[in-house]
């Protein structure tokens, strides 16, 4: 695995400029001007030409009179630098400039990227002389105009460079532009949430919103083997005209500086947006935005003389924003961590629609292999075929023994890596019933490694089966008022005959006491009666409540020739509530490793991991058995659910996947009733988890897996669809 770069590369072997360390398309260093002064000029408007007058009479001329023109549009930096050319600095913008005539096509060209690119913003009025008129490159991509009516000249376009003839630029103060000189102002196409829902695929539009969620900066490749990345985020913002967010894809628009400082609670207003809608027909699929090539985003702090603060949408959204509550809305703020979006379609044969099926899909080998050339933050989604063979819940004071390579029992009040935070409730909890975790543990035999429980402990039965816990009897008021609650790490458990003696049923477990927590109706005066609840049989395959494992698994996982160790999470995983106090350490955190050394600037010691976590209380590792039964890998599935704003994670997004569905549900449940302050009355591994884990039992699927390089050695591996064979080449939704 690659780790950070310790420079920065150089672009050519002459070493003119440094290429940023994580793109191509910011501009990084000295070289880059912020602003350039505005120049203090008289416009003769007698000399001017227009872009119509060029359109008509530029193959008869060597020289241009001067133009006057406004920039509509923008584009990201374009960096077509190679290793073999010797261009001093091989980079390229595009801008749409206008003037009372029409709009055409600017390229601004090598070392004038550098000096005036910056300062060449949206609304900017230039005073253009020496410049040349090319046939226009036609594979490049249009902005959608603000105004439909102006007219394009799509043919030619201006072409800026230092020599041949060296341009001169100025730019006019927007206080000294004329009405009479007839240029045009920058219009936008605004849209509001509740008009997204209406508007077909590919559709331009501009939006503004409250940030509510940013997901970590992540990078993908350019092209399958190459070394060029795009580096993108996730975004959502509320508007105040639906219940719905904007759910945003931002790729880096050349504006590393509001891009690095997107937080929640700010004001985002992104342009010439793109609508991405499912074309195959799934009426559940979300819709979200992207970013295109001419794309800008501003946010609180850079909307100070942008020419969409006159927009009626943009001031109606201002004065919502005045109506809400702060701390209401900061409720609902999410942060960084994994971000399963978009969903892959209910179909395997539509996923690969836009891909070689050779090129997708993957053996459980060659995945590691992926795994291992991982980039920094490099996020791949690939589809691995296998055989869902095992799966295991793990709780908080698990999850936090396995990040700290401790074994169970060792330390009885470790925290989640999830959130040390995570509710004060849940590490008093764990502290109190340290015994009775003891307990359940001394009764599954000797200590072992959370990655071998499973492994080692060999089933003895036909059947594969799980074992669940059932609470205690709950206590009189006098003992609850000294015994804590138990958390589900701690739960005894039935096996199913076990549930059979004591007459439970499966959709009937619990009933409502009179404070409105969840007692066990059946088995509060048998519990203690018979003792069932500190006794687990052994008589059905399958281990605790917390884990289950198929025939086959516990028949191959001795014999496997590679053994993938891919289950666990990390700290940068989980998504957190945000924390505006904190916020400067926070998007540190979730954006990428500075290119330079930076002091530092947060007066806190505050680790990631003590900052409370917006999704559950745990995850599930489940394993996949290679189709030769002879290797396997562990991933990942991390429930994401946010009680304050359920919008967040789309839960539905996975109803026609019926394993992942009922793990999202289960947890979604548990986090409901824990963070109301009641009893953690549902089971990890429920009833209809085994279920539909033993409908897979033995059958080939094909599995999507989302991985992500951390940084160091941390690479996280999450479980995102299953779709599984009906017959040959023929895939369906579980």
Known sequence: MRSPLAVPETGTPAKQHYLPLWNNEDPYGDVWVADKPQAQVNVDVSKLTSLGQLEMTWRSRVHFNPLLVRVLHKSRLRYYGKPEKKVDMPYQAYFEVADASGMMSMVLWNSLCPEWYNSMKVGTVLLLEQYTIKNSYPFKTQPTPGDSQMKRFATIEISLNVRHPPTKISIIPEEMVKPEWGLPEVKYRFITRSELDDLPNNHSCDVIGLVTFVGRAERTRKREHGEDFWLYRWAHAIDGTSDQPFILELFATSQPDVFERIHPMTYLVCTQMRVVR???????????????????????????????????????????????????????????????????????????????????????????????????????????????????????????????????????????????????????????????????????????????????????????????????????????????????????????????????????????????????DSVQHRTDQEGM????????????????????????????????????????????????????????????????????????????S??????????????????????????????????????????????????????????????????????????????????????LDGKHVVCILDICHLGDDKVEVFLSKIYKTVEPGVLDPV
């Open 610 to 695: 003590e900052f409370r976590s917006a999704s559950g209380l745990g995850y599930y590792e489940v394993t996949v058995l290679g189709i030769n039964h002879d290797v396997a890998i562990d991933v990942a599935f991390l429930p994401l659910f946010c009680p304050e704003d359920p919008h967040l994670f789309q839960l539905e997004d996975i109803q026609n996947d019926t394993l992942l569905s009922c793990m999202s549900c289960i947890s979604a449940c548990q986090q409901k009733t824990t963070s109301n302050g009641r009893l953690r009355d549902v089971f990890p591994l429920s009833n209809e988890i085994v279920e539909a884990a033993m409908d």
């Open 278 to 520: 499912d074309l195959t027909g799934n009426p559940s699929s979300t819709i979200y935005l992207t970013t295109s090539n001419e794309s800008q985003i501003f946010i609180t702090g850079w909307h100070k003389g942008q020419p969409y603060t006159k927009d009626t949408k943009v001031k109606n959204f201002i004065q919502w924003t005045k109506t809400q509550s702060e701390a209401d809305q900061m409720k609902k703020t999410v942060i960084g961590g994994y971000y399963p979006f978009p969903r892959p379609p209910n179909n395997f044969l539509k996923y690969c629609k836009n891909n070689k099926v050779e090129l997708v899909l993957k053996t459980i080998s060659e995945t590691g292999k992926q795994i291992e050339e991982l980039h920094y933050r490099e996020h791949k989604r690939i589809a691995v075929q296998g055989i869902i063979s095992a799966i295991r819940y793990i709780s908080c004071s698990n999850a936090a023994e396995e990040a700290s390579g401790l074994e169970p029992g060792q330390k009885g009040t470790s925290q989640c890596p999830e959130s040390s935070s995570m509710s004060k409730d849940c590490v008093h909890q764990e502290k109190a019933t340290s015994l009775q975790n003891k307990e359940v543990k001394s009764s599954l035999g000797p200590h072992c490694a959370p990655g071998e429980q499973h492994q080692h402990q060999a089933p003895q039965a036909k059947r594969s089966s799980v074992k669940r816990k059932i609470p205690r009897r709950l206590n009189t008021d006098a003992e609850q008022a000294s015994t804590s609650v138990v958390p589900v790490s701690s739960y005894h458990y039935f096996t199913r005959s076990a549930r059979r003696k004591l007459g439970l049923s499966r959709h009937h477990d619990f009933a409502q006491d009179k404070n409105g927590q969840a007692v066990s």
């Open 533 to 608: 609840s500190d006794i687990p049989e052994t008589e059905e395959t399958g281990r605790t409540c917390d884990s289950w494992q198929s025939d086959l698994w516990a028949q191959v996982k001795d014999k496997l020739m590679k053994y993938l160790h891919h289950g666990s999470i990390f700290p940068e995983s989980i998504p957190r509530k945000f924390d505006y106090v904190h916020k400067d350490l926070l998007m540190q955190q979730y954006n990428l490793h500075a290119a330079v050394h930076q002091p530092k600037e947060t007066r806190t010691d505050k680790n990631i």
